[in-house]
């Protein structure tokens, strides 16, 4: 799927077999939204490019693949590169949870409330704009589901 204008999408859980990529201009949209990538899935935001992505802030039925906070689940066995070279507008607010896969964040900033890294790999390309990673959890109804710490950087 390559997003060229604008994409908005309702709340549901989206499975990804193949890549996303959103095109300079681009903006991927979406409240409630997580993306289950798996197979030859990956994410390529391209400079000046836009993601303004919501994880779902409660849990769906059990078996349903719906987490509360968690905006992007990449199976562990899928190691495709996510790039993220978005727009300074750009804002992932959830949990990327991809633990055999590299994030490269080269430019693009991020505006969300809170973001939870959880990558294989974190490259981050100096020059960046500022990938901030905020820690306000409060659409959560059980606040942060790291208990006990504000940021885990571990190699």
Do not use: C, R, W
Request: aromatic share 8%.
């Amino acid at each position: 799927m390559t997003v060229k204008k604008t994409l908005n999408l309702n709340p549901g859980l989206y499975y990804v077999t193949g890549p996303i990529v959103i095109d300079s201009g681009g903006t991927l949209a979406g409240s409630g939204v997580t993306f289950y990538v798996t197979g030859n899935g990956s994410l390529t935001m391209n400079s000046g490019s836009n993601l303004d992505i919501v994880a779902p802030t409660t849990s769906g039925p059990p078996g349903s693949g719906i987490y509360a906070g968690v905006v992007y689940y990449q199976d562990p066995s899928d190691t495709n590169t996510i790039i993220y070279d978005g727009g300074s507008k750009s804002s992932l607010q959830g949990a990327l949870y991809a633990p055999g896969a590299q994030l490269d964040i080269n430019s693009g900033g991020n505006t969300a409330a809170y973001t939870i890294l959880d990558v294989k790999t974190l490259i981050v390309n100096s020059g960046s704009k500022a990938f901030a990673v905020g820690n306000d959890y409060s659409s959560l109804p059980g606040g942060s589901p790291v208990k006990g710490v504000s940021a885990v950087l571990s190699e």
